[in-house]
């Protein structure tokens, strides 16, 4: 079944500092792949998405490149900011009769000043 | 404004009571889903509807019930057999049946906590 492996936080960061949290996935097909963000007591909001390999997503200073070789997409920012804390989340749909996103575990990102 | 609106925000239930969550979207999408996150795990899918009057179960839908009587709206009742209902419920909406590349919206949740 479809699954995706994201690094286990928390990350502790300082302002400005270069982000990177890695999220590995395995499905059938050519799945979608997204970055959801959830800041503390919300629901999930989308950050970044691609649909076919070698896509970049990106929005507010994150991206993420869609590798079908390394079946990767990892997040990265250059330059963190403490309005950044928040947890992030991978996520694929793949397709087929299950209309579903498969969700990775979460990674919680702190800033501090 | 568009948007998901669930209510409440936080909800207390005593054990062995049914309980229902509300759902709303005024997005005019037609497919709706109910996830359930607990810490650590990540969000997992309860149940979704891809159309009015249709649903199917997620991955872990016992202990739960859905409706869909109206677009709109999508209401999650959470029985007294849900072994383990405390968590945070959250709800989302994407445009069509076909969710391939479709971002799923999702709404502020529901806190339930269970005395």
Known sequence: GDSVTQMEGPVTLSEEAFLTINCTYTATGYPSLFWYVQYPGEGLQLLLKATKADDKGSNKGFEATYRKETTSFHLEKGSVQVSDSAVYFCALFSGGSNYKLTFGKGTLLTVNP | ?115
């Not at chain 2, 568009?2 to 005593?14: D, E, H, M, N, V």
């Not at chain 2, 709109?72 to 009742?77: A, G």
């Not at chain 2, 057999?81 to 445009?95: E, I, V, W």
């Open chain 2, 1 to 115: 404004d568009g948007g998901i609106t669930q209510s409440p925000k936080y909800l207390f239930r005593k054990e062995g009571q049914n309980v229902t969550l509300s759902c709303e979207q005024n997005l005019n999408h037609d497919a709706m889903y109910w996830y359930r996150q607990d810490p650590g795990q990540g969000l997992r899918l309860i149940y979704y509807s891809q159309i009015v009057n249709d649903f199917q179960k997620g991955d872990i839908a016992e202990g739960y019930s859905v409706s869909r009587e109206k677009k709109e709206s999508f209401p999650l009742t959470v029985t007294s057999a849900q072994k383990n209902p405390t968590a945070f419920y959250l709800c989302a909406s994407s445009p069509s049946r076909r969710t391939g590349t479709d971002t799923q919206y999702f709404g502020p949740g529901t806190r339930l906590t269970v005395l």
